[in-house]
Antibody, heavy 117, light 111 residues
Framework: VQLLQSGAEVKKPGSSVKVSCETFGGTFSSYTISWVRQAPGQGLEWVGTISPLLGIPNYTQKFQDRVTITADISTSTAYLELSSLRSEDTAVFYC???????????WGQGTTVTVSS | QSVLTQPPSVSGAPGQRVTISCTGSGSNIGATYDVHWYQQLPGTAPKLVIYGNTNRPSGVPDRFSGSKSGSSASLAITGLQAEDEADYYCQSYDSSLSGAVFGGGTKLTVL
């Protein structure tokens, strides 16, 4: 299984960004996809998870009012959309195949989102 | 402030053994949720090195081992090598937050 993320984004404060994560190999609908954020020089932070089969996302409370995670089984692609961007949202966003009891075993290469006026 | 607590840094000479601790609480590690460990080299995505508290994915050297007791877990690396120099993160699930939680990360320096 491989996860390929979309390219770097530069956004203005107040705008939105949508990052994609296309999976190759495996059965997309059989596992969950988690999104993890890493601000510059900081640690890893879980943003949310989605089961493509169920289509039901679960978000961390910190971003719950600004984040939307979706999955398209027909294209084996998961998406993360973050709205009302501010400068402190600048970070690298990773998608990962989340095997829950077996950890996040496959990661995308990361997408850098820069928020700057 | 991370839900899981790790030391900011550890160090060791080549060939030595180091351990990295990860302390949680009754809503995560102490609630019997599994602990996973990730290695992150500079500028790269994290890599799973221990899952389910003690299991190594295929391809991870047996120099890496994990343990868990109560509300804490540990990652041990024996026979330190220069290539082990990286940031290490523990991760579990938290029932009160209803989601995954990470430790703040530990920078391993090979002297």
């Amino acid at each position: 299984v491989q996860l390929l993320q979309s390219g770097a984004e530069v956004k203005k404060p107040g705008s939105s960004v949508k990052v994609s994560c296309e999976t190759f190999g495996g059965t997309f609908s059989s596992y969950t996809i988690s999104w993890v954020r890493q601000a510059p020089g900081q640690g890893l932070e879980w943003v949310g998870t989605i089961s493509p089969l169920l289509g039901i996302p679960n978000y961390t409370q910190k971003f719950q009012d600004r984040v939307t995670i979706t999955a398209d089984i027909s294209t084996s692609t998961a998406y993360l959309e973050l709205s009302s961007l501010r400068s402190e949202d600048t970070a690298v966003f990773y998608c990962a195949r989340d095997r829950l009891e077996s950890g996040m075993d496959v990661w995308g290469q990361g997408t850098t989102v820069t928020v700057s006026s | 402030q991370s839900v899981l607590t790790q030391p900011p840094s550890v160090s060791g000479a080549p060939g030595q053994r180091v351990t990295i601790s990860c302390t949680g609480s009754g809503s995560n590690i102490g609630a019997t949720y599994d602990v996973h460990w990730y290695q992150q080299l500079p500028g790269t995505a994290p890599k799973l090195v221990i899952y389910g508290n003690t299991n190594r994915p295929s391809g991870v050297p047996d120099r890496f081992s994990g343990s868990k007791s109560g509300s804490s877990a540990s990652l041990a690396i024996t026979g330190l090598q220069a290539e082990d120099e990286a940031d290490y993160y523990c991760q579990s699930y938290d029932s009160s937050l209803s989601g995954a939680v990470f430790g703040g990360g530990t920078k391993l320096t090979v002297l």
